[in-house]
């Protein structure tokens, strides 16, 4: 710690001695100094050394200094701070001595960093009061609660500009012919894989969901063989869609979102090579094994072809060529979702059928 | 629901509140030409004793049997189905396999009054018929089981076939005396003191099977064998008309000696039915009905089952029963229940002021939203 020199007042004359040289002169004192000072002339009777005579303290009195206190005359004796030293050491936080002339933000804060109060020059406030118009929110100096969000200061505008062009050059423009024509995608880029992403306002900021992969394939645009094609909706189950032929393979079997997303792709490849597989029992398929109920070879087209050269024998007027229409019809009918409407078709294309 | 019954009236709106002459008359004969089929929108009665003798009390819808009770008449609407099966009645010919007809529709819509008027449209054309209440009955309703001695593993119904019999007996007094002519093919061995020979009239087994309750189902067996072959050789026409046939391939509440359902193609009565529907006989007509009942479930609150015939036959029947012709009960039209409207207002039926005022005729049509089971309900609290 630094002192600071003053004047101590134990140095000073006394009362006497000021009077004296306010009337007297310079030279007034010199005797009495020589004295005091116990000079060799300064001898008394005895031929001793003088010694000074202690009478009034060489300070001023009570009386004098509360006179000058009440008068207010009184010497304000500055003190300075016992830290003060500690205090100048110290510099001031950085987003005081922050110059946007100077300084670029991205720079100062390039990648994602906790909080740090000193460095943000924005007077942010964070806290819950109970009254927010009386006492406003903690300020940013010490407070935690702006330490444990997540912030986004390194993504500012400037900041993601430069990133992109940055990484401009090492991207090649979007197809146009996509951009002309969307319906084309799927044939260009068969397997979409979608997934999410989660924002949390929390003290967890992670979302257990965002590791769900959905992979979306067009089995057309596989090219497998007829048998190959039904093998693999049969492996599929129903993760086969059959109104729009898509095959969708959800994951989250892994812990990873990356990992889900080589599993499902190892799926598909496994599922592709299993298809085109074909094994020596696949021979054995019966008509009752089959995916769909077709109308060749089904009792109803044998007992039907029978009914109608019947009732042509009995007299009715039967259409033989409405068989075909009629096997159509009833494929779709045994195939798909039953409706009253399909029934009632059924119905008129029976009566036409037998000429009823 | 439907008043049931064949009588011609006039269109009774026309007339407006005048009394509807009551004549029987034969509709729908099998030889009748265009004019002779009664229109379409009409109402037909019911002799009460033709309706006694082909037992309508019991086969007819519960509403309906009560108001035949209450009012003493069975009178009911002729709608587009009957006409259709009527239609296909006329088809019918000892070259042609039987003719199968499904009827078909939503709850209320008239499908178990439309099998009955074509019951008696079979009664006045002197048609054998075959009539089951339901075939539920057959296989949820068994009191009490036999275990089959003809086929090892079937298991008979001894009370149901009784009851099959009787009907048939009463239901067909009016050829009585052509089946008294119709003889047996061969030996029928019911038991080892039983047995009925060959060159027997077919009446012999309904009576040997009325009486012996135990050997009941495998008469029924025969006799259905005997109609067939009667009506290949073009001695009758016969029509079977089977209630609630879905659940022919349905559910069964018959416990096997394992303690498992047994399938109800172990029980003989169901075999014997499913025979008589098959089409390898000809000169008949095999008329069902396909009720949700076997399939709805009333636990499960919220689904809604189909009414269309492939759901509720299931595959394997729907393939045992094709090809068949589908025929859909609806909802009536305006002019269907004002003429319904019109005939309860004449009987009195519709008491308060309010049901008979003009408003009163427009809500009732509304709110039972044209099912005809609802606006059964309606006039008669009305």
Redesign the interface.
């Given at each position: 710690m630094h002192r600071l020199s003053h004047i101590g007042t134990r140095s000073k004359s006394t009362l006497a001695d000021k009077l004296r040289n306010a009337v007297g002169g310079a030279d007034y004192g010199k005797s009495k100094q020589a004295m005091a000072a116990g000079s060799l002339t300064a001898k008394d009777e005895n031929g001793e050394d003088f010694r000074e005579l202690y009478v009034m303290p060489k300070r001023k009195l009570r009386g004098q200094t509360q006179l000058e206190q009440a008068t207010g005359r009184a010497e304000v004796k500055t003190r300075s701070r016992f830290d003060l030293m500690d205090r100048l050491a110290e510099r001031p936080p950085r987003s005081e001595e922050m110059d946007p002339e100077k300084h670029t933000w991205s720079d100062i804060w390039p990648a994602a960093r906790t909080f740090a109060s000193s460095v943000v020059p924005l007077p942010v406030r964070m806290g819950s009061r109970p009254n927010v118009e009386k006492r406003a929110p903690f300020k940013k100096e010490g407070n935690l609660e702006l330490v444990k969000i997540p912030n986004f200061l390194h993504l500012t505008p400037v900041a993601v500009q430069q990133h992109c062009e940055a990484i401009k050059k090492f991207c090649t423009p979007y197809p146009p012919e996509l951009l002309s024509d969307a319906s084309i995608t799927p044939s260009l880029l068969p397997i979409s894989v979608q997934y999410s992403t989660y924002i949390h306002q929390g003290t967890n900021i992670r979302d257990i969901r965002s590791r769900v992969i959905t992979m979306i394939v067009d089995v057309d645009y596989l090219k497998l063989s007829e048998n190959a094609a039904e093998k693999l909706v049969r492996l599929a189950g129903n993760r086969y869609n059959q109104e729009t032929g898509q095959l969708t393979i959800i994951t989250d079997r892994c812990h990873t979102r990356k990992q889900n997303l080589d599993y499902a792709h190892y799926l598909l490849t496994v599922l592709y090579h299993e298809a085109n597989k074909q094994e020596a029992w696949a021979e054995l398929k019966e008509r009752s094994d089959n995916l769909q109920v077709e109308f060749d070879g089904?009792?109803?087209k044998s007992?039907?072809e029978?009914?109608i050269e019947?009732?042509k024998?009995?007299?009715?007027k039967t259409d033989e060529k409405a068989l075909a229409e009629f096997g159509e019809m009833w494929k779709t009918?045994?195939n798909t979702e039953?409706?009253?409407e399909?029934?009632?078709e059924?119905?008129r294309q029976?009566?036409k059928m037998?000429g009823? | 629901m439907k008043p049931c019954g064949r009588l011609v009236l006039q269109m009774a709106r026309r007339m407006g509140s005048c009394e509807q002459k009551v004549s029987s008359c034969r509709q729908f004969s099998s030889e009748a030409t265009a004019h002779d089929n009664i229109k379409v929108g009409t109402l037909c009665e019911m002799e009460l004793a033709v309706a006694k003798q082909l037992n309508m009390k019991s086969h007819l819808p519960a509403p309906l049997s009560k108001q035949m009770d209450t009012l003493g008449e069975i009178v009911t609407l002729i709608r587009e189905p009957i006409a259709e099966i009527a239609s296909c009645m006329r088809i019918v010919d000892k070259n042609l396999p039987n003719l199968r007809l499904v009827l078909w529709g939503a709850f209320g819509t008239g499908k178990t009054v439309t099998l009955n008027q074509a019951v008696h449209h079979a009664y006045t054309n002197k048609w054998a018929i075959v009539h089951l209440r339901s075939a539920m009955e057959l296989t949820r309703r068994v009191k009490e089981i036999e275990m089959s001695s003809f086929v090892s593993g079937r298991i008979n119904d001894p009370s149901n076939a009784v009851a099959i019999l009787q009907n048939f007996k009463q239901q067909n007094q009016h050829i009585w005396k052509i089946l008294g002519v119709l003889l047996t093919e061969k030996d029928y061995e019911w038991s080892k003191s039983e047995r009925t020979l060959k060159g027997k009239p077919i009446t012999e087994i309904i009576e040997m099977g009325i009486s012996a309750p135990f050997l009941a189902s495998d008469c029924v067996g025969a006799l259905f064998r005997e109609l067939r072959r009667h009506a290949k050789d073009d001695k009758l026409k016969v029509l079977v008309a089977i209630d609630d046939a879905n659940s022919l391939w349905g559910k069964t509440l018959v416990k096997r000696a394992d303690r498992t359902y047994a399938p109800p193609s172990d029980l003989t009565l169901v075999v014997h039915f499913r025979r008589m529907i098959s089409n390898d006989w000809t000169n008949g007509c095999v008329l069902m009905v396909a009720d949700k009942k076997e399939v709805a479930d009333a636990r499960d609150e919220l689904g809604v089952s189909r009414h269309t015939p492939l759901e509720l036959f299931g595959e394997e029947g729907f393939e045992f029963v094709e090809p068949f012709v589908p025929i859909e009960t609806t909802n009536y039209t305006e002019s269907e229940t004002d003429a319904l409207y019109n005939y309860y207002v004449n009987k009195n039926w519709l008491a308060s002021k309010a049901a008979r005022s003009e408003e009163g005729r427009k809500q009732l049509m509304h709110l039972s939203a044209f099912n005809p089971y609802y606006y059964e309900r309606l006039c008669a609290f009305n």
């Open positions: 089904s009792t109803t007992k039907l029978d009914l019947k009732a024998s009995s007299g009715l009918y045994r039953e409706t009253a399909k029934t009632r059924y119905g029976m009566k037998l009823i | -």
